[in-house]
């Protein structure tokens, strides 16, 4: 009896375990988590570290983008952008700010380590994060723009050329030197006023100082950290990371419009480094890189076309070519600087193919210099032409020049060994007696027409004084050498 209630109840067993387990699953679901539990949970989310470490460009927006997108697949609770920057390009700036306010997860910019700085660019950065910060002994302001030559702010052309037609009626065609001023003020008047507005915008996304962020655009000011931090221009100065992480652990931060605190103390940080990619993107957008690519492109072409066949030189010079043109279309190229390169690659080849003792080879190294200087129109921090790159690139040309002169010079000293104009002076023998003045004689070991003025026997020794078409003008040979030719020419 006891034997089948036992066998009974082991049957049972799997059965009462799984409503045992479901009445549980149901009940944790229908429970609210306390906050305890959350805080919990938010403190074993990892904290993501990036680090910007030179002027911000193309390559430095990418890497960011590439690494949010990486960062957001492990659910981090913030994402630290480590920065220590002296500006950058506008349109790099812009990407990366888009990248920061659209963010689902929360962005803390922090400058450091310590003598780091956020200027210009930075500046922007900086008020645009979720959570501002700095190292003791950082800097952040200088943020008035720079102006790139050719280049305007978005939907500001229509706007200037008005204001340029409406001066121009004005002002009559007596001021056009105080038209061009007014005009150029008007221009950089619209620039820092929309570099204004983006600012301020940027502050009240977060509450801070959006006055002395105007102030820093206007007047170029700066601030260290501990003066940032009293102005309400940043969150925290912190010593380091850990630092950092202890001092905004509980704060509450707007992101996307919605209120989240963060659990951030004794969180683990997970740093992501620039991968190949950037890396490769990083050397290939440097403006002196780009600029030798570019020289080494159009120079291994030329060699390529001088010499078909080559390969090597228009494989090498098709890459190097075309990876310039692809950091060029993302740098601020001022493209009267390309065509004066071009222009005195091109004066350089004319010379060594019609030699013009220098004129046409010093103008083009001249063009080259000045297209090389005014290649990238900015004076932004990290985005120039080295004059020492240009210097080094100049006296090679010149080497090249008067290598290709001298040897030019060389040449037009040099008697002529070949063709039709080495014919006078040539000595040869007569075929057979001359009739009327006319013969046929053997010289160079050419069979030619010949006349001439002197009676001719048959094997006798001539001298070629002149060509008159594909005629010879001879004479006989009276020279002590004449045996030892005619022995020659018997051989």
Not at 79 to 107: E, F, H, K, N
Not at 137 to 154: D, E, H, K, R
Not at 339 to 363: N, R, W
Not at 368 to 387: A, E, K
Request: glycine share 10%.
């Amino acid at each position: 009896m006891y034997g089948a209630g036992w066998k009974m109840i082991v049957r049972l067993l799997p059965g009462l375990a799984l409503l045992f387990g479901l009445s549980l699953a149901f009940g944790t679901q229908e429970q609210p988590p306390s906050e305890g539990a959350t805080s919990d949970r938010g403190a074993q989310r990892p904290v993501v570290l990036l680090t910007v470490a030179d002027a911000i460009g193309p390559a430095t927006a990418d890497y960011i983008a590439r690494a949010m997108a990486q960062a957001l697949q492990q659910n981090p609770e913030l994402i630290i952008l480590q920065m220590d920057t002296p500006g950058g390009l506008d349109t790099a700036m812009r990407d990366i700010i888009q990248l920061i306010t659209s963010s689902a997860v929360p962005v803390a910019t922090y400058v450091a380590p310590t003598g780091a700085r956020a200027a210009s660019a930075g500046t922007y950065i900086l008020y645009a994060s979720h959570i501002a910060a700095m190292a003791p002994g950082t800097n952040l302001g200088a943020a008035t723009p720079v102006q790139i030559g050719g280049i305007s702010l978005p939907g500001m052309e229509r706007d200037e050329d008005k204001d340029k037609d409406e001066a121009e009626k004005k002002a009559g065609d007596g001021a056009a030197d105080e038209l061009s001023r007014d005009h150029a003020d008007a221009m950089s008047r619209k620039v820092i006023n929309d570099a204004s507005a983006y600012i301020r915008g940027l502050a009240e996304l977060h509450g801070r100082n959006g006055e002395w962020a105007e102030k820093a655009v206007r007047e170029a000011v700066s601030l260290q950290a501990s003066e940032a931090l009293a102005l309400n221009v940043i969150d925290v100065v912190a010593s380091d990371i850990a630092d950092l992480l202890a001092q905004i652990d509980g704060r509450e931060v707007n992101v996307q419009a919605r209120k989240r605190t963060l659990h951030t103390a004794g969180a683990s940080v997970t740093e992501i480094t620039p991968d190949w990619r950037s890396q490769f993107l990083s050397v290939i957008t440097n403006p002196n890189v780009a600029y030798i690519l570019m020289l080494v492109g159009i120079y291994g072409l030329i060699l390529e076309f001088y010499n078909p066949g080559g390969l090597v030189p228009g494989t090498v010079g098709a890459i190097c070519l075309l990876l310039a043109l692809y950091a060029f279309q993302m740098l601020p190229v001022n493209y009267a600087g390309v065509g004066l390169i071009l222009l005195g690659i091109g004066l350089m080849v004319a010379e060594g193919l019609q030699p013009s003792f220098g004129m046409l080879g010093f103008g083009g190294i001249a063009a080259l210099v000045i297209g090389s200087i005014i290649l990238l129109d900015t004076r932004l921090p990290g985005f120039r032409i080295y004059l020492s790159v240009i210097a080094a690139v100049a006296l090679a040309s010149l080497f090249i020049l008067t290598a290709v002169v001298g040897l030019a010079l060389k040449a037009r000293r040099r008697p002529v060994v070949s063709g039709i104009e080495e014919m006078p002076g040539k000595t040869g023998r007569a075929l057979a007696d001359f009739q009327l003045g006319r013969g046929s004689v053997f010289v160079h070991s050419e069979i030619w027409q010949a006349r001439s003025e002197s009676p001719i026997n048959k094997d006798q020794t001539i001298r070629v004084v002149g060509v008159r078409g594909l005629t010879l003008d001879v004479e006989p040979a009276v020279t002590s050498e004449t045996p030892a030719i005619e022995a020659r020419v018997q051989n």
